[in-house]
């Protein structure tokens, strides 16, 4: 329910149930165009934009406002909220210190920059306003990448991983992921053995996977191997969170090292042990000023360090500092004097074997199709521990049998089928080819339902690739035959009745269930 318009005590209501609290970065400078004047001996304009992208502008006569279009969790089903527009409300942060947006309640509707005019007999009096960067993330994952190696489509991280004949060829294939929370550039993939390996990207958004174009070698030599692939990108790292408290500082610095340092403190001078000195590797220890106060100019500190020329290793990049009461955010401030890139790796290894065994022994695959279901039989051998399935070259699973059934295969269009003997020590044979078919639709027509002298009478139209039809009255099977009509006599009468047709194809498939109608017997 939309809170009433003159409802003040809305903002006080919500902040007893915030536990929420977002962080943000102050920004620079302001870019926000006021609202038109509306005429008027006193009044108010407004403009407010949101983190969520939307933009309300308008004129009051009162200091406060109500906002229909904005308010709540949601973008798109605002609640309504009451906005301090006056000036004596700065929205640290983004949030109203008398009013709404309120953290926690309010969550898609921050504030990310706002412009206030008092007007005085068609004059602007007093204005004021601000910017603020969007909250990060506290839980945004780090930047990381992936990559996965194989070798003959085995994962093989182990030994001794697939057997080779000497002389045969090996064939890796490569995925690699951006399993992290930062987006990637520069992504760069390595063969320990083959040397640099072509992918169809070099930059990765969040949770992105390819596969790079495969590499092969020719095993020359009996005996166990091993190697691997590694890859390398390139994160740029996005402002810290500081961790929340009730009352104080807390504060994220990183660093053009690339450290990032998330801290609290009582007292708004705090000793970073793990920062400090020319070397990110060996850190002195520094004083940081952790008030607001402290504008960090150009990244060096005004109060406390880094120091120029001293902390070369340590100069700010960014930072964001807030100074909390009562476990929420009183005064924030922060600033991005650089940009700071991170490398992320990863390197995965495979494992096989070569040696002049015989492989697992040979057999004889068919395929055909039994009642329009795709079925695979071969010889059996007792050397022979399972069998893997393939269609159109993706793996389906394995069995002990000697035949399978594909149940799930898609009708009407083509498809191959392949089958791997898997021995008892683990070697596995080059699939064997089944065959290609294409499994029947099942026949599609009309049906319609009329009555003749109050009995239901169904026709439909005939489907060459039907060899019946079963009939179904009220879900229940009542007969099948081979026409394309039936009088139903034996319909109960006062009732209603829906009819249902389910054409059978000469090879047994069944089709889909078509609905004739329905229709009301009289007593």
């Not at 304009?45 to 406060?64: A, H, M, R």
Request: with cysteine; aromatic share 8%.
């Amino acid at each position: 329910m939309k809170p009433n318009p003159g409802d003040n005590k809305r903002g006080f209501l919500r902040r007893v149930a915030t536990t929420l609290i977002a962080l943000v970065v102050v920004a620079a400078s302001l870019a926000v165009a006021p609202a038109a004047f509306a005429g008027g001996d006193k009044s108010y304009q407004y403009t407010f934009n949101f983190v969520n992208g939307e933009s309300i502008s308008g004129t009051s006569s009162d200091n406060v406002a109500f906002l229909r279009d904005a308010g709540g969790r949601s973008a798109d089903n605002p609640t309504g909220m009451d906005i301090h527009i006056s000036c004596s409300d700065e929205f640290p942060g983004g949030w109203g210190e008398k009013d709404g947006p309120e953290q926690g309640v309010d969550t898609a509707w921050q504030v990310e920059s706002y412009t206030i005019n008092k007007m005085k007999n068609g004059k602007v009096d007093k204005t004021c306003g601000d910017a603020f960067v969007p909250a990060v993330d506290p839980d945004l994952d780090p930047p990381a990448i992936d990559i996965e190696k194989y070798v003959n489509d085995d994962d093989a991280d182990s030994p001794t991983g697939p057997r080779v004949d000497v002389g045969d060829a090996v064939n890796f294939t490569y995925l690699v992921t951006n399993t992290g929370g930062v987006a990637l550039r520069d992504v760069v993939v390595t063969d320990s053995i083959l040397g640099a390996v072509t992918c169809p990207e070099t930059n990765m958004a969040v949770g992105a996977s390819m596969w790079c174009t495969p590499m092969s070698t020719t095993v020359d030599n009996a005996g166990q191997y091993t190697n691997e692939a590694d890859v390398v990108a390139i994160a740029r790292l996005t402002p810290g969170a500081p961790p929340v408290i009730n009352k104080g500082h807390g504060y994220s610095f990183t660093f053009v090292n690339g450290i990032t340092i998330n801290g609290t403190n009582d007292s708004n001078t705090v000793f970073v042990a793990g920062a400090g000195g020319r070397s990110a590797d060996n850190p002195t220890g520094m004083d940081m000023h952790v008030s607001c106060s402290d504008k960090f100019p150009g990244g060096w500190g005004e109060k406390d360090g880094p120091e120029q020329g001293v902390d070369t290793a340590w100069q700010v990049a960014s930072f964001t500092i807030n100074k909390y009461k009562d476990g929420r955010v009183d005064k924030t401030c922060g600033d991005t004097f650089a940009q700071v890139d991170t490398e992320v790796s990863d390197n995965d290894p495979v494992n096989y074997i070569a040696d002049n065994t015989p492989e697992p022994p040979r057999f004889e695959c068919e395929s055909t199709t039994v009642n329009g279901v795709p079925v695979l039989s071969w010889t059996d051998d007792p050397d022979v521990a399972t069998y893997a399935i393939f269609r159109n070259g993706t793996w389906l699973t394995r069995t002990k049998a000697n035949t399978y059934t594909d149940h799930a295969a898609p009708a009407g269009v083509k498809v191959t089928y392949q089958v791997r003997a898997i021995g008892h020590d683990g070697t596995k044979s080059d699939k064997v080819d089944c065959g290609m078919l294409t499994p029947p639709e099942p026949p599609r027509f009309e049906c319609e339902l009329t009555t003749v002298n109050g009995v239901p009478v169904l026709s439909w139209t005939d489907d060459p690739e039907a060899a019946s039809y079963a009939i179904f009255r009220n879900g229940d099977w009542v007969v099948r035959t081979k026409s394309t009509s039936f009088t139903d006599f034996g319909a109960p009468a006062g009732v209603t009745l829906s009819y249902q047709i389910r054409p059978i194809g000469h090879d047994g498939t069944k089709g889909d269930f078509i609905d004739c109608g329905t229709i009301a017997i009289g007593s």
